[in-house]
């Protein structure tokens, strides 16, 4: 892949937000790392909030299908202790028992709210250095950060995503089919923030493209809207 140029000047001193969104295997945190990397933007993967939420749940022996109004306490704190820096640090969050935590728990409106505000916190106290982000989940570019300076949906054709995904784990496949298929309907049809495309998203479709393809169409996108 070519290696991105980096960019320094940035349009004011609001730290400056790249909303992407998109279903498991579109590509979408490939892409947010790009740009992240070639426009020197720090890069925030939400559905590691939602993960990291998952295996305390798990790690805590709570039932996602049935929290009461004390776990919601001790969740709620949780979250905001969740630091920005080791977000990725537990393999176990890559595990697909996690993301079906992670999906079921995502449906629940106090646990958006929370993490939401976890993500505010972060983009208005921007770490010494920080001048923005580049933020991807199912619900930033909708309700997150409805006012990105680019907002980007990406997706590609089901059996594309699925081989991603089947590539990226050592877990067995047949799971990976019937869980993805699970998360994906349940993301997109719970009541609350389900993802959908934003009206003034630049769509990337990215079954029949190359990650260097992907990530130059991203990248021309964001020089027109954000500099
Ligand atoms: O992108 P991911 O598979 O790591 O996300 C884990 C779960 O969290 C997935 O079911 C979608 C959900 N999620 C969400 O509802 N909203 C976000 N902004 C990010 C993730």
Redesign the pocket.
Same mark, same amino acid.
């Given at each position: 892949m070519q290696q991105p140029q980096i960019r320094q000047t940035l349009p004011s001193k609001t730290p400056l937000v790249i909303a992407i969104?998109g279903p498991?295997g579109s590509g979408k %945190?490939t892409i947010a790392g790009y740009l992240a990397a070639q426009f020197n933007l720090a890069h925030i993967?939400? %559905? +590691?909030?939602?993960?990291q939420v %998952?295996l305390y749940v798990m790690d805590h022996h709570l039932d996602p299908d049935d929290l009461s109004a004390k776990d919601e306490e001790v969740i709620k704190d949780f979250i905001t202790t969740i630091d920005p820096k080791t977000l990725d640090a537990d393999a176990r969050l890559r595990l697909e028992k996690t993301?079906n935590v992670?999906?079921k +728990?995502?449906?629940l409106d106090w646990i958006?709210k929370a993490?939401n505000q976890w993500l505010y916190a972060q983009v208005d106290n921007p770490p010494e250095g920080v001048v923005g982000y580049v933020i991807?989940?199912?619900?930033?570019t909708t309700a997150?950060f409805p006012n990105a300076c680019a907002k980007f949906y990406i997706t590609a054709d089901e059996h594309v995503r699925l081989e991603r995904r089947k590539k990226e784990t050592l877990e067995v496949s047949s799971h990976i089919t019937r869980n993805m298929n699970e998360?994906d309907r349940?993301?997109a049809t719970?009541k609350i923030?389900p +993802?959908t495309v934003a009206v003034d998203a630049f769509i990337i479709d990215t079954t029949h493209l190359s990650i260097d393809e992907a990530c130059h169409n991203a990248s021309q996108c964001v020089t027109e809207r954000c500099f």
């Open positions: 969104d498991s %945190g993967d939400s %559905g +590691l909030i939602y993960r %998952g993301a992670a999906s +728990l995502a449906a958006r993490v991807d989940g199912r619900d930033i997150v998360r349940r993301d719970r923030d +993802l």
